[in-house]
Structure formats: C-alpha cells, structure tokens
C-alpha cells in the first residue's frame, strides 16, 4: 500500500528556515501523481501550502507561502521537499506530506491546494517557530 513518511521537523527561531522531506512507498512507477504538503494548528483550518505534478513538475503555492516556500521532488527516489524558507511564529503547525493519483488528469490550483483531493497522508512532521 500506499505509505508517505515525512521528516525534517524541528524548531527554528522566526526568519529562519526547514527543509522537509517526504518518502513515498508503493505509488505506480508508470502514473502521475499529485503531492502535497499542508499543515495544521490545533482548532485551525487545515492550509494547503504546495503542491506538485509528478509528470509535468507544475507547481502551486498559495499567496500565503509564494516566494518563500519551495516544493521540489526527486523522482528515482520517490521523495518530495519543501523548502521553507522566512519562517514566521504562526506557520508553527504539523505538517503533512500528501498525495493522489493523478492520471490524466490536471487539477486546478484550488483543487492540488485542498486536502479532500488527496488520498494517502502521512504522519506529520512538527514545526514551530519560536520568536
């Protein structure tokens, strides 16, 4: 099955950066996939922060992250980053590595944002960001 396994989590005082690391596990080498990383507070909103096209490498951050926040993937391992960069007290949050076959088919950038979209997650990996 399906198995997403995320690291590099940690503490970091603000302005400072992580770059997160996620492993992915018995997706079908021939297809496409969307991958993800959003993350949570406790009684907040889950935030889709960026997403990936495995096929075309097409990218998407919301507003929120854009020109900090870097997604990334290294095929042959089968492994996603983000790079985060500029990091702010209230991005302190678990951070989840996600992903869904994609096919054929292109998401908009709404739709590769929203964590209902994708199937398999992993664990969480926690950031906090001190002031």
């Known amino acids: 099955q399906v198995q997403l396994v995320e690291s590099g989590g940690g503490s970091v005082q603000a302005g400072g950066s992580l770059r997160l690391s996620c492993v992915a596990s018995?997706?079908?080498?021939?297809?496409?996939?969307?991958l993800a990383w959003f993350r949570q507070a406790p009684g907040k909103e889950r935030e889709g922060i960026a997403s990936?096209?495995?096929?075309?490498?097409?990218?998407f951050y919301p507003d929120s992250v854009k020109g900090r926040f870097t997604i990334s993937q290294d095929s042959p391992k089968n492994t996603v980053y983000l790079q985060m960069n500029s990091l702010q007290p209230d991005e302190t949050a678990m951070y989840y590595c996600?992903?869904?076959?994609?096919?054929?088919?292109?998401?908009?950038?709404?739709?590769?944002?929203?964590?209902?979209?994708?199937?398999?997650w992993g664990q969480g990996t926690q950031v906090t960001v001190s002031s």
């Open positions: 996600a992903a869904r076959f994609a096919g054929f088919a292109r998401l908009t950038q709404t739709q590769a944002l929203t964590g209902s979209w994708y199937k398999y």
């Open positions: 018995g997706l079908l080498s021939d297809s496409a996939y969307y």
């Open positions: 990936i096209h495995t096929g075309d490498n097409s990218q």
